[in-house]
């Protein structure tokens, strides 16, 4: 591959990952008004219960399928080929965001259910597109290729409530028909942009799919000791960013009385700093200071920020929502330029979904257990997850030699 058709790699995942994040995000702002503000129906009211409940049991189906997806997308990725695993899952996609048209339009609360879980299980496909930026390495750097499908994603995260929250005067059903959209024009890009390779061709005397999913899941990488130490931090860390995700909203509610527009610059100042971070600095710091320290210096600064947040004021808080946003985008894109480079023997598809499983399963125990320690106190909550994230670097014990030391420009250690 030639150092231009690389850059063209990267531009059509960073489209890719732009369009499906966005396709993602546009509805999450139109669920919560439809189930709780709009007027009730067979949907919204299903078996006369709560809409509340309703509504949480929806929202948490989708990361669900998020967590099944993305033990074994990326795994299949890597025996089948990344071209082909991404036209499916795509195409998986968007026949679950118009089931959801279907179920919104039909009233169909159980049919929402399985399209939203269905579409979340095709969606465990970005650690595909993790694979196909870490692959381009040695002619983009790793860190830097990363950094940049990242900066897209959160761009996608940016645009897509806002979009979405747009469309809603069309009806609860035009979200989900523009993420159909969107996924579709994901996919012309990956059939035009994408090239196919050999594994595509050399599946003849391998087992059968199923035993595939089984045997090559992500979650089996685990049982490499090797690989343990990155993850305990990941965990770590994401249980203190979903703590921080989950619940700065509701602090937002509760200590300042913001409406939804005051929390949508909340999120606006921290997923711009991301997006600046991600193109300008991150590559830059990790190789300046090496991917441990840098790791450590995030955790640990954190760590200290969502322990100051709750304790801000209307004046400081965008400021520190900027510096959150700036640490986050340094620790994700440090994370899967180690797995890259230290266990992408062991499969690039599948050592990135077992990243984003690790992602989903932290999710949802927040969902679970962060819930009801926000009951007692928001402020406690977001406590717990600066404690979670301060103590990440703890983990890194014996995160690896080679992993401390700097690197050159190119991303190679001296």
């Known amino acids: ?11 059509a995942v960073m489209l890719i990952s732009f369009l499906g994040t966005a396709g993602i995000a546009l509805p999450y702002p139109v669920l919560a008004p439809y189930f709780l503000e709009g007027e009730p129906n067979a949907l919204t009211s299903f078996f006369n219960l709560p809409p509340k409940l309703l509504l949480g049991i929806a929202l948490g189906i989708y990361p669900l399928g998020i967590l099944l997806g993305s033990s074994f ?5 890597d025996r089948y080929g990344r071209r082909r695993i ?12 118009a089931l959801t048209v279907v179920a919104v339009v039909i009233e169909s609360y159980p049919l929402f259910l399985l399209a939203r879980w269905a579409t979340g299980v095709c969606e465990g496909n970005i650690s595909i597109a993790r694979a196909l930026a870490a692959e381009l390495h040695p002619h983009i750097d790793r860190t830097k290729a990363i950094s940049m499908v990242f900066a897209t994603i959160y761009a996608g995260w940016l645009v897509g409530p806002l979009t979405g929250g747009y469309l809603m005067v069309y009806g609860a059903e035009a979200p989900f028909l523009a993420g159909a959209v969107a996924v579709i024009l994901g996919g012309v890009v990956v059939a035009f942009a994408i090239e196919g390779n050999d594994r595509e061709a050399q599946v003849d005397d391998q087992p059968g799919l199923w035993q595939s999913m089984v045997r090559d899941n992500s979650v089996g990488l685990l049982a490499h000791k090797e690989i343990r130490p990155i993850f305990r931090y990941y965990f770590a860390y994401t249980v203190g960013m979903n703590m921080f995700y989950e619940f700065y909203p509701v602090w937002f509610v509760e200590k300042l009385g913001a409406d939804s527009r005051v929390i949508a610059w909340g999120t606006v100042s921290l997923t711009a700093a991301m997006i ?10 990790a190789n300046r200071l090496g991917q441990r320290r840098t790791l450590v210096v995030t955790s640990l600064a954190l760590g200290m920020l969502f322990f100051i947040q709750p304790l801000s004021n209307a004046f400081w808080i965008y400021p520190i929502f900027m510096l ?13 330029a180690h797995l890259s480079e230290n266990y992408g023997h062991l499969g690039e598809g599948r050592v990135m979904g077992l990243q984003t499983t690790i992602f ?15 009951l007692l106190s928001t402020n406690l909550a977001l406590w717990l997850g600066a404690i979670a994230m301060s103590s990440a670097f703890l983990c890194l014990d014996r995160f690896g030699a080679t992993a401390s030391e700097p690197m050159t420009a190119d991303g190679v250690q001296p």
């Open 276 to 285: 600046v971070t991600s193109v300008v600095a991150a590559s830059r710091v």
């Open 73 to 77: 997308v990326g795994a299949l990725s």
């Open 86 to 97: 991404l036209l499916i899952t795509l195409g998986g996609s968007a026949l679950g965001y």
């Open 1 to 11: 591959m030639t150092s231009r058709r690389a850059w063209f790699v990267l531009f």
């Open 360 to 374: 989903c399963f932290t999710n949802v125990i927040v969902s679970i257990l962060g819930s009801a320690v926000a």
């Open 324 to 336: 959150i946003g700036a640490g986050n985008a340094l620790g994700n894109g440090v994370v899967p």
